[in-house]
Structures are given as structure tokens and as C-alpha cells.
Nanobody
Framework: QVQLVESGGGLVQAWGSLRLSCAAS????????MGWFRQATGKEREFVAF????????NYADSVKCRFTISRDNAQNTVYLQMNSLKPEDTAVYYC??????????????????WGQGTQVTVSS
């Protein structure tokens, strides 16, 4: 069983920055790829960013590319999402997720096994 706890969300003005953290329990973190998703009110959960087990070849949704950066610290069992130049349309609940088995598209919710409870990010205009 893996438990994930997100933190770092909050209210920020447009063009501001936030850094989200996701702390994972369990010994499978280092062998698991990780993802960040978000869900705005009334919308489906959507892919934001992905990072492999060793941190290379990150992948981003087009809507956040060049603004967001995903990273991980395997010694701390933590994955991060640095969000810069935030826009009102980035407002959503942000979730981190564990992908233990490399099967299926990294863009799909169903390709991830465990989820955190989410952290709210609100960007004001």
C-alpha cells in the first residue's frame, strides 16, 4: 500500500508561482514513476506532468509546458511540481499519483495505481 500526501497549494495571483510537494510512504517510491494531474470544477481529471523512476525524460501537457517543472527526490520519497507564470485557467485541485506498472498511456488516469487526496490551487486574475 502506498500513501501520498500533497501540499503546497494555495491562492496566488496570475503570473505568480507555487511549488507543490507530494510525499510518499512505502518502499516502492524509487521503483515507481509518478504523475501530476489536476481537476477543475465541473471538468474531468487531466494529465499535467510525468516523471520516470530516475527522473529523466519528463513529460508535460501542452498547456503547462515551459511553465511547470516536475522533479523528484528519491532520498526523500517526494515528487515536486514547480509552477511558474500561473494563469487563472490553472485553477484546480492537483493530485499526485503513483504508476507502479509501466502499462498504458501515461496521460490516462487509469494508468496510475495510487492517488493523493489533492491540494487546491487557485489563481486569481
Amino acid at each position: 500500500q502506498v500513501q501520498l500526501v500533497e501540499s503546497g497549494g494555495g491562492l496566488v495571483q496570475a503570473w505568480g508561482s507555487l511549488r507543490l510537494s507530494c510525499a510518499a510512504s512505502g518502499r516502492t517510491f524509487r521503483s515507481s514513476a509518478m504523475g501530476w494531474f489536476r481537476q477543475a470544477t465541473g471538468k474531468e481529471r487531466e494529465f499535467v506532468a510525468f516523471i520516470s523512476t530516475n527522473g529523466d525524460l519528463p513529460n508535460y501537457a501542452d498547456s503547462v509546458k515551459c511553465r511547470f517543472t516536475i522533479s523528484r527526490d528519491n532520498a526523500q520519497n517526494t515528487v515536486y511540481l514547480q509552477m511558474n507564470s500561473l494563469k487563472p485557467e490553472d485553477t484546480a485541485v492537483y493530485y499526485c499519483a503513483v504508476r507502479r506498472i509501466p502499462y498504458g498511456s501515461i496521460l490516462r488516469v487509469s494508468s496510475y495505481d495510487y492517488w493523493g487526496q489533492g491540494t487546491q490551487v487557485t489563481v486569481s486574475s
